[in-house]
């Protein structure tokens, strides 16, 4: 035993030789796409195959050297790297790092191409490579038919390239690149069959609803380089020093590292708590600047939320969730890589890697598992209604996206990570499988089209069956005990001032367990059991190749084994054990705890589910199941041929119109826009500026010219009166002022 | 001491003169021989350009590179060049584009053929010589000068308005720059006692500097404290808002900032590719040069007077130019729109006075010329295949295009300023730099609101070209990119990468000239804390003795050694 833990705890490669290496997991990649990009069309089929999965796959070794190297404990020293911001003895254990440099300066700005690897991004290096190479190796055989293939895997690979920047970013600049670069990615593979226009009309929708969320994370960056600026100035040796910093090691991080890098901005979170003494806390008002006037406190929370609004646009959460649904319009590998798996769970990592400056404020807190809540419920209801596979599943990712946001507003950190490992897989899992029904059926995509598929697709029926099971929260699945840390982590954490919010939140979550199971079980009744629907596009289906099935049996199985991270097996320092992922991530969310300590923001539970909290999930998610089994098995079936009453026919279509809110935004926002556009454009700059000021001045101009030429006459005669005139009046003029 | 210490920047404005004087002996009818001696001309002074950009050494002093020898000495003239980070910087843009220019009208000139190129000669000579004056009335005959060519460019081989869009982009800029001649000569006047006035840059700075210094005390001092003031304070009390206001009308006029912006989307429209990329790329930007240069050093209180209207114009500028932009069906008007919108960004940068904001301005400058240069060159081949304009003309050309429809989205990427391209370097500066100015955080809110309605419509407009089904038979058959337009976008391409990931040389070299910008600027402010002097004093060479002058061809020693 020792023996194996000895084997897990020694890099092949140490920490520091690997270091430098960490920007090879992005070029990898982002080489496959130039070369699949550029020179794909001549390399043929094959190679670009092989060029794009073999990317991916030296990533995926790549990022498990780097995984391995930050659990590295050879000779008893764990691995750690300094820590910039930090006193010298600080260092940041179970992680690596490597600065390449400066990417841009000016002024006392700064950023570097600075990477860092911890536990956390570690875990989802593994995701993005790992999945992304199943899924590489999955297209290779679903998009044997198209020809744009060289350009689809040029995307994917760029994609990949993109999501790994954003992970291993050790600051915000950084991160941002990745957080746009897949936000562009994912517009040119959304808009992959381009031709057809609502397809690259979907791209646009994501790529602009996406913009809106970076502006408000551009702000949010902004304000936060301005509170940096603000407590730099205004901190005091006390509160350095309840950071384990000090001013001279701080400062000089800032001029090395930049504002905006994420262990630098922990230090400040650790600062700026009431309870650490010093000069500078959430209630000091910041006294020279462009926020002066305003409590660092609420700069923090006006930061956090904008950082909401931007979350929301790439985790495509309430208000900006639209484009998600959309965005099924692409190729179904894309799916299950980018809007499933990866790229919408952005949000949830930033506010993760940000956890210490959230548990700052308990409004911004309450407000994203509010947020959450809502949106979660909404999605669910919405794909009640839904028959095209795809959307449903893609409604089912902004529903498990709400609840990881439900378990990021309310503290729970890791369960929300867990949940975001766990989704990954059973959520590819499913899309992938959606993929090979549709690949085996002719495209088809409305699942009331489909039906009796499990004697014709095992494979496919098998890992869906399973991946069901798993989303839906049925023991011993891992999406069950990820899930269920969530809402146990919900209703025992409370936010100071704002205890309702717990219980608010966990009620929610007990409704969308049981939604969730109802829509995920109606999927697959209706797909894989019953008879095959008499309106199906092709009369048998076939199974897919190994190609796509072996990524199928894979995801299926990880899904089912990842629950391990759930089990309390790892021992708590203050006695009793903890389940493995809240251990493993303790490193990375170490600081955020002490922040809520200090803060008294949030009280953080620590305690394990008891059976009973178990018992609950399971028998609620089992009434959701059991309903839509008793609904589409028994019910429907006998009530075909009878009158819709109206009343369910009217809820139906309001959930199959997803409650009008694309109309409602089209309305309200879009159409205003264009409108304004147009008004301005015809009545400010065409008619007010251009024909009225430019075009009136030379006008007024010319009139003015032809009205003088006309006392140009030439006519000796006039001119000879007109001086006389003048004469004559000068004399009387001059006569009256001698007069008087 | 060679002869190109002392002469590089006369090498670099004149070559195209040069050049010019070549192509103007050769036969009307030699049509290849014409555009090839202009393009190898074009290509040698990108030489000496990138050369003259290399030579200059970011630690060194502020002006370099410096040529000074008498000129209408009664005027209190001299013939004065120099570089400094900026000048350099948009040097090198200006030798960039030339090359590119020239080849991107291979085919899209058809007639009057060696004219074209003798302006187009002409005209660069025109905007370097304007970059690169370091005396005040130098500056003004150049930026005049600039006129001329442009509107030939626009009059002769623009599209079927022609005359129309090239009369009033001529008569706009003619009103502002004749007001900001009137305002030349009383700076002139007032800035020292007869014999010892000079249009020197320099020493007119110099001059003002006290005066400027003790106004702003009063200024930003108790109520009613100014009415004491005397000499060149009271005169620059009364007289400098006015002489700020000229300045300002003529470049605003130039950049184009709102609402005076209405020549520039006519202009564009009109203009054949060349006339539209130079004029994006370069000739925009001798208005936030010169706001840079000239309008707020020179008027530092005037300026932050009026910084807090010129900056709401700014916004204006930025978010009206965009909401323009999804109100066209004119692909060239449209990107026109976004030039006001993107030098909104630039000025707002400049407005911002802080060493982020300045320097986003400054690389903005660049990127503009880059991005919008390369869109107007693309669409230039398009337009060359199709002869229309509308987007609704066009649809679905990916298909038959698929290189083109790549390089346009790139550029586009590009223009919207995804990070990782040139783009976003510049307009995150620039609204970080917003955001830390002592303007309110509304302005920097408000600016970034463009970063969506920019995606919005450059999507929109590629949406509409380049993607659905191909809708108009004409468009079935369209051939793709040749060699030839692929090398002219090439290098665009490769800068857009190049400067979004190793921004830092370019940075490093516009980073002095920026401190030194925001230094002058904030002598107006409130509280500023006081620069160094050598921080806002213009260092600048002396004119050499009248003997050394009376021989100017020879290049004596002392005429470059600064002294």
């Given at each position: 035993m020792d023996g194996i833990v000895e084997f897990f705890r020694t890099a092949p490669i140490p920490p520091e030789v690997f270091a430098p290496s960490l920007g090879l997991i992005i070029l990898l990649p982002l080489l496959g796409a130039f070369v699949c990009g550029v020179f794909g069309k001549w390399l043929g089929r094959a190679n670009v195959h092989l060029v794009a999965c073999s990317a991916i796959a030296g990533a995926f070794v790549l990022s498990l050297m780097a995984f391995w190297a930050t659990s590295d404990a050879a000779g008893g020293r764990v691995v750690s790297m300094p820590n910039a911001f930090g006193l010298e003895r600080d260092v940041v254990r179970y992680a690596i790092s490597y600065d390449y440099g400066t990417w841009f300066a000016a002024g006392d700005f700064r950023v570097n191409f600075g990477l860092l690897v911890d536990h956390l991004s570690g875990i989802l290096l593994l995701v993005i490579t790992g999945i992304g190479f199943l899924i590489h190796l999955y297209s290779t055989s679903y998009m044997e038919h198209d020809d744009g293939y060289w350009r689809f895997f040029a995307y994917l690979n760029l994609f990949v390239a993109?999501?790994?920047?954003?992970?291993?970013?050790?600051?915000?600049?950084?991160?941002?690149?990745?957080?746009?670069?897949?936000?562009?990615?994912?517009?040119?593979?959304?808009?992959?069959?381009?031709?057809?226009?609502?397809?690259?009309?979907?791209?646009?929708?994501?790529?602009?609803?996406?913009?809106?969320?970076?502006?408000?994370?551009?702000?949010?960056?902004?304000?936060?380089?301005?509170?940096?600026?603000a407590f730099s100035q205004q901190a005091d040796p006390r509160d350095y020093n309840s950071a384990g910093s000090s001013r001279a090691r701080y400062t000089q991080g800032l001029l090395e590292k930049g504002p905006v890098t994420f262990k630098g901005l922990e230090k400040m979170a650790l600062a700026l708590p009431e309870g650490t003494g010093g000069a500078v806390s959430l209630a000091t008002p910041i006294e020279a600047g462009p926020l002066a006037g305003y409590t660092f406190g609420g700069v923090m929370t006006a930061t956090m939320l904008l950082f909401l609004l931007g979350a929301a646009g790439k985790?495509?959460?309430?208000?900006?969730?639209?484009?998600?649904?959309?965005?099924?319009?692409?190729?179904?590998?894309?799916?299950?890589?980018?809007?499933?798996?990866?790229?919408?769970?952005?949000?949830?990592?930033?506010?993760?890697?940000?956890?210490?400056?959230?548990?700052?404020?308990?409004?911004?807190?309450?407000?994203?598992?509010?947020?959450?809540?809502?949106?979660?419920?909404?999605?669910?209801?919405?794909?009640?209604?839904?028959?095209?596979?795809?959307?449903?599943?893609?409604?089912?990712?902004?529903?498990?996206?709400?609840?990881?946001?439900?378990?990021?507003?309310?503290?729970?950190?890791?369960?929300?990570?867990?949940?975001?490992?766990?989704?990954?897989?059973?959520?590819?899992?499913?899309?992938?499988?959606?993929?090979?029904?549709?690949h085996g059926n002719g495209d088809e995509t409305d699942i009331k089209?489909?039906?009796?598929?499990?004697?014709?697709?095992?494979?496919?029926?098998?890992?869906?069956l399973v991946s069901t099971l798993a989303i839906t929260g049925i023991i011993p699945l891992s999406g069950f005990f990820s899930k269920d840390a969530i809402f146990h982590g919900v209703h025992h954490n409370h936010l100071h001032d704002l205890h309702w919010v717990s219980g608010f939140v966990y009620a929610m979550g007990l409704l969308i367990t049981a939604c969730t199971a109802f829509y995920m079980s109606r999927v697959y009744l209706l797909t894989f059991t019953g008879k095959r629907s008499p309106e199906a596009k092709v009369a048998h289906a076939h199974e897919s190749s190994w190609f796509m099935t072996l990524p199928l049996v894979v995801l299926a199985f990880l899904s089912v084994v990842t629950l391990v991270y759930a089990l309390p097996l790892m021992p708590r320092s203050g006695g009793g054990m903890q389940p493995v992922f809240e251990n493993f991530l303790s490193p990375v969310l170490r600081p955020a705890e002490a922040v809520a300590r200090a803060a008294q923001t949030v009280a953080l539970d620590h305690s394990t589910p008891a059976f009973v909290d178990y018992l609950i999930a399971w028998l609620v998610a089992l009434s959701g199941g059991a309903t839509a089994a008793?609904?589409?098995?028994?019910?429907?079936?006998?009530?075909?041929?009878?009158?819709?009453?109206?009343?369910?026919?009217?809820?139906?279509?309001?959930?199959?119109?997803?409650?009008?809110?694309?109309?409602?935004?089209?309305?309200?926002?879009?159409?205003?826009?264009?409108?304004?556009?147009?008004?301005?454009?015809?009545?400010?700059?065409?008619?007010?500026i251009d024909t009225v000021?430019?075009?009136?001045?030379?006008?007024?101009?010319?009139?003015?010219?032809?009205g003088l030429r006309r006392l140009q006459t030439g006519d000796a005669q006039a001119y000879a009166a007109i001086m006389a005139l003048a004469i004559l009046g000068g004399a009387v003029y001059a006569l009256l002022q001698v007069l008087s | 001491m060679s002869f190109f210490d002392t002469h590089l920047l006369n090498v670099v404005i004149y070559l195209p003169l040069v050049f010019a004087a070549l192509v103007l002996m050769l036969p009307s009818t030699e049509h290849g021989q014409v555009r090839a001696i202009t393009f190898v001309g074009m290509l040698l002074d990108l030489a000496f350009g990138v050369w003259a950009y290399f030579r200059f050494e970011p630690s060194g002093a502020e002006f370099q590179m410096e040529y000074r020898v008498p000129w209408f000495q009664q005027f209190g003239m001299s013939y004065h060049l120099g570089l400094d980070g900026l000048a350099a910087s948009l040097l090198l843009l200006t030798v960039f584009l030339g090359p590119l220019v020239v080849l991107a009208s291979t085919t899209y000139i058809s007639h009057r053929i060696k004219e074209f190129h003798l302006a187009l000669l002409v005209l660069q000579t025109t905007m370097l010589g304007a970059l690169a004056s370091m005396d005040v009335l130098l500056f003004y005959i150049f930026f005049e000068a600039m006129l001329i060519p442009m509107y030939l460019l626009v009059g002769v081989w623009g599209a079927e308005d022609r005359r129309m869009a090239a009369v009033k982009f001529f008569l706009y800029t003619l009103?502002?720059?004749?007001?900001?001649?009137?305002?030349?000569?009383?700076?002139?006047?007032?800035?020292?006692?007869?014999?010892?006035?000079?249009?020197?840059?320099?020493?007119?700075?110099?001059?003002?500097?006290?005066?400027?210094?003790?106004?702003?005390?009063?200024t930003n001092g108790p109520e009613g404290a100014c009415a004491s003031l005397t000499g060149l304070a009271a005169t620059l009390h009364t007289y400098g808002p006015w002489m700020f206001a000229a300045f300002a009308l003529a470049f605003a006029i130039k950049v184009p900032m709102w609402?005076?912006?209405?020549?520039?989307?006519?202009?564009?429209?009109?203009?054949?590719?060349?006339?539209?990329?130079?004029l994006a790329g370069v000739m925009l930007k001798m208005g936030t040069y010169g706001f840079w240069r000239f309008a707020i050093p020179l008027f530092p209180v005037a300026a932050q007077a009026a910084r807090p209207f010129l900056a709401v114009l700014a916004v204006i500028g930025i978010v009206y130019g965009a909401l323009m932009c999804l109100a066209q069906r004119d692909i060239k008007k449209l990107i026109a729109y976004s030039s006001v919108s993107h030098l909104g960004y630039c000025m707002l940068g400049l407005l911002a006075v802080t060493s982020e904001g300045a320097t986003g301005s400054a690389y903005q400058m660049l990127n503009h010329g880059i991005s919008t240069g390369a869109l107007f060159l693309l669409f230039g081949f398009l337009y060359e295949r199709r002869h229309t304009r509308l987007m609704s003309d066009y649809g679905g050309i990916a298909k038959v295009m698929p290189v083109f429809t790549a390089a346009f989205v790139i550029i586009t990427f590009s223009s919207v300023a995804v990070p990782g391209t040139n783009g976003f370097i510049?307009?995150?500066?620039?609204?970080?730099?917003?955001?830390?100015?002592?303007?309110?955080?509304?302005?920097?809110?408000?600016?970034?609101?463009?970063v969506i309605l920019g995606a919005a419509y450059m999507l929109w407009m590629v949406q509409k070209v380049f993607f659905g089904g191909i809708t108009h038979r004409e468009n079935q058959h369209l051939r793709d990119m040749n060699l030839r337009e692929m090398l002219t976008t090439a290098p665009f391409i490769v800068l857009v990468a190049v400067m979004g990931l190793m921004p830092q040389p370019f940075l490093e070299r516009i980073a002095p000239s920026t401190e030194r910008y925001v230094a002058r600027a904030s002598v107006g402010a409130p509280g500023a804390t006081q620069a160094k002097d050598d921080q806002l004093r213009v260092e600048v060479m002396s004119l050499p003795s009248t003997a050394a002058a009376a021989r100017p061809s020879v290049p004596a020693a002392p005429l470059a050694v600064r002294e």
């Amino acid at each position: 035993m020792d023996g194996i833990v000895e084997f897990f705890r020694t890099a092949p490669i140490p920490p520091e030789v690997f270091a430098p290496s960490l920007g090879l997991i992005i070029l990898l990649p982002l080489l496959g796409a130039f070369v699949c990009g550029v020179f794909g069309k001549w390399l043929g089929r094959a190679n670009v195959h092989l060029v794009a999965c073999s990317a991916i796959a030296g990533a995926f070794v790549l990022s498990l050297m780097a995984f391995w190297a930050t659990s590295d404990a050879a000779g008893g020293r764990v691995v750690s790297m300094p820590n910039a911001f930090g006193l010298e003895r600080d260092v940041v254990r179970y992680a690596i790092s490597y600065d390449y440099g400066t990417w841009f300066a000016a002024g006392d700005f700064r950023v570097n191409f600075g990477l860092l690897v911890d536990h956390l991004s570690g875990i989802l290096l593994l995701v993005i490579t790992g999945i992304g190479f199943l899924i590489h190796l999955y297209s290779t055989s679903y998009m044997e038919h198209d020809d744009g293939y060289w350009r689809f895997f040029a995307y994917l690979n760029l994609f990949v390239a993109a999501m790994l920047t954003l992970v291993m970013a050790d600051n915000l600049v950084l991160l941002f690149v990745g957080w746009e670069g897949v936000g562009m990615a994912s517009y040119l593979l959304i808009g992959f069959w381009y031709t057809d226009s609502a397809k690259a009309w979907a791209g646009r929708k994501a790529f602009v609803t996406n913009r809106i969320g970076d502006f408000a994370f551009l702000i949010a960056t902004f304000l936060l380089i301005l509170t940096v600026n603000a407590f730099s100035q205004q901190a005091d040796p006390r509160d350095y020093n309840s950071a384990g910093s000090s001013r001279a090691r701080y400062t000089q991080g800032l001029l090395e590292k930049g504002p905006v890098t994420f262990k630098g901005l922990e230090k400040m979170a650790l600062a700026l708590p009431e309870g650490t003494g010093g000069a500078v806390s959430l209630a000091t008002p910041i006294e020279a600047g462009p926020l002066a006037g305003y409590t660092f406190g609420g700069v923090m929370t006006a930061t956090m939320l904008l950082f909401l609004l931007g979350a929301a646009g790439k985790s495509a959460q309430l208000p900006l969730y639209v484009w998600l649904p959309d965005a099924m319009a692409g190729p179904t590998p894309v799916s299950a890589l980018i809007h499933a798996a990866t790229m919408v769970t952005a949000g949830v990592y930033l506010f993760c890697r940000m956890s210490s400056l959230l548990v700052l404020s308990p409004t911004a807190m309450a407000t994203i598992a509010v947020v959450g809540a809502l949106t979660s419920l909404l999605a669910a209801l919405i794909a009640f209604a839904q028959d095209d596979i795809k959307k449903v599943l893609a409604y089912s990712t902004v529903s498990q996206l709400g609840i990881m946001f439900m378990g990021v507003g309310m503290g729970v950190f890791w369960a929300a990570a867990l949940h975001l490992l766990t989704h990954a897989c059973f959520k590819a899992c499913l899309f992938l499988g959606a993929g090979s029904v549709m690949h085996g059926n002719g495209d088809e995509t409305d699942i009331k089209k489909l039906g009796g598929l499990y004697k014709e697709m095992k494979w496919t029926h098998a890992t869906f069956l399973v991946s069901t099971l798993a989303i839906t929260g049925i023991i011993p699945l891992s999406g069950f005990f990820s899930k269920d840390a969530i809402f146990h982590g919900v209703h025992h954490n409370h936010l100071h001032d704002l205890h309702w919010v717990s219980g608010f939140v966990y009620a929610m979550g007990l409704l969308i367990t049981a939604c969730t199971a109802f829509y995920m079980s109606r999927v697959y009744l209706l797909t894989f059991t019953g008879k095959r629907s008499p309106e199906a596009k092709v009369a048998h289906a076939h199974e897919s190749s190994w190609f796509m099935t072996l990524p199928l049996v894979v995801l299926a199985f990880l899904s089912v084994v990842t629950l391990v991270y759930a089990l309390p097996l790892m021992p708590r320092s203050g006695g009793g054990m903890q389940p493995v992922f809240e251990n493993f991530l303790s490193p990375v969310l170490r600081p955020a705890e002490a922040v809520a300590r200090a803060a008294q923001t949030v009280a953080l539970d620590h305690s394990t589910p008891a059976f009973v909290d178990y018992l609950i999930a399971w028998l609620v998610a089992l009434s959701g199941g059991a309903t839509a089994a008793f609904l589409y098995l028994k019910f429907f079936p006998a009530q075909v041929g009878k009158p819709v009453p109206a009343f369910a026919r009217a809820v139906r279509r309001t959930a199959h119109n997803k409650f009008y809110v694309d109309e409602l935004y089209e309305f309200i926002l879009i159409r205003p826009v264009k409108f304004v556009a147009f008004i301005l454009f015809r009545v400010v700059d065409a008619l007010v500026i251009d024909t009225v000021l430019v075009r009136g001045t030379a006008y007024v101009t010319e009139k003015v010219g032809l009205g003088l030429r006309r006392l140009q006459t030439g006519d000796a005669q006039a001119y000879a009166a007109i001086m006389a005139l003048a004469i004559l009046g000068g004399a009387v003029y001059a006569l009256l002022q001698v007069l008087s | 001491m060679s002869f190109f210490d002392t002469h590089l920047l006369n090498v670099v404005i004149y070559l195209p003169l040069v050049f010019a004087a070549l192509v103007l002996m050769l036969p009307s009818t030699e049509h290849g021989q014409v555009r090839a001696i202009t393009f190898v001309g074009m290509l040698l002074d990108l030489a000496f350009g990138v050369w003259a950009y290399f030579r200059f050494e970011p630690s060194g002093a502020e002006f370099q590179m410096e040529y000074r020898v008498p000129w209408f000495q009664q005027f209190g003239m001299s013939y004065h060049l120099g570089l400094d980070g900026l000048a350099a910087s948009l040097l090198l843009l200006t030798v960039f584009l030339g090359p590119l220019v020239v080849l991107a009208s291979t085919t899209y000139i058809s007639h009057r053929i060696k004219e074209f190129h003798l302006a187009l000669l002409v005209l660069q000579t025109t905007m370097l010589g304007a970059l690169a004056s370091m005396d005040v009335l130098l500056f003004y005959i150049f930026f005049e000068a600039m006129l001329i060519p442009m509107y030939l460019l626009v009059g002769v081989w623009g599209a079927e308005d022609r005359r129309m869009a090239a009369v009033k982009f001529f008569l706009y800029t003619l009103v502002g720059s004749l007001l900001m001649l009137v305002a030349i000569v009383a700076v002139y006047f007032v800035s020292g006692a007869p014999g010892v006035r000079s249009f020197d840059y320099g020493t007119l700075y110099n001059n003002l500097l006290a005066a400027n210094q003790q106004l702003a005390a009063c200024t930003n001092g108790p109520e009613g404290a100014c009415a004491s003031l005397t000499g060149l304070a009271a005169t620059l009390h009364t007289y400098g808002p006015w002489m700020f206001a000229a300045f300002a009308l003529a470049f605003a006029i130039k950049v184009p900032m709102w609402p005076v912006h209405t020549w520039l989307p006519d202009a564009h429209v009109q203009a054949p590719v060349a006339g539209s990329m130079i004029l994006a790329g370069v000739m925009l930007k001798m208005g936030t040069y010169g706001f840079w240069r000239f309008a707020i050093p020179l008027f530092p209180v005037a300026a932050q007077a009026a910084r807090p209207f010129l900056a709401v114009l700014a916004v204006i500028g930025i978010v009206y130019g965009a909401l323009m932009c999804l109100a066209q069906r004119d692909i060239k008007k449209l990107i026109a729109y976004s030039s006001v919108s993107h030098l909104g960004y630039c000025m707002l940068g400049l407005l911002a006075v802080t060493s982020e904001g300045a320097t986003g301005s400054a690389y903005q400058m660049l990127n503009h010329g880059i991005s919008t240069g390369a869109l107007f060159l693309l669409f230039g081949f398009l337009y060359e295949r199709r002869h229309t304009r509308l987007m609704s003309d066009y649809g679905g050309i990916a298909k038959v295009m698929p290189v083109f429809t790549a390089a346009f989205v790139i550029i586009t990427f590009s223009s919207v300023a995804v990070p990782g391209t040139n783009g976003f370097i510049g307009e995150f500066l620039v609204l970080m730099g917003t955001f830390k100015s002592t303007l309110p955080l509304g302005f920097g809110a408000f600016a970034t609101l463009g970063v969506i309605l920019g995606a919005a419509y450059m999507l929109w407009m590629v949406q509409k070209v380049f993607f659905g089904g191909i809708t108009h038979r004409e468009n079935q058959h369209l051939r793709d990119m040749n060699l030839r337009e692929m090398l002219t976008t090439a290098p665009f391409i490769v800068l857009v990468a190049v400067m979004g990931l190793m921004p830092q040389p370019f940075l490093e070299r516009i980073a002095p000239s920026t401190e030194r910008y925001v230094a002058r600027a904030s002598v107006g402010a409130p509280g500023a804390t006081q620069a160094k002097d050598d921080q806002l004093r213009v260092e600048v060479m002396s004119l050499p003795s009248t003997a050394a002058a009376a021989r100017p061809s020879v290049p004596a020693a002392p005429l470059a050694v600064r002294e």
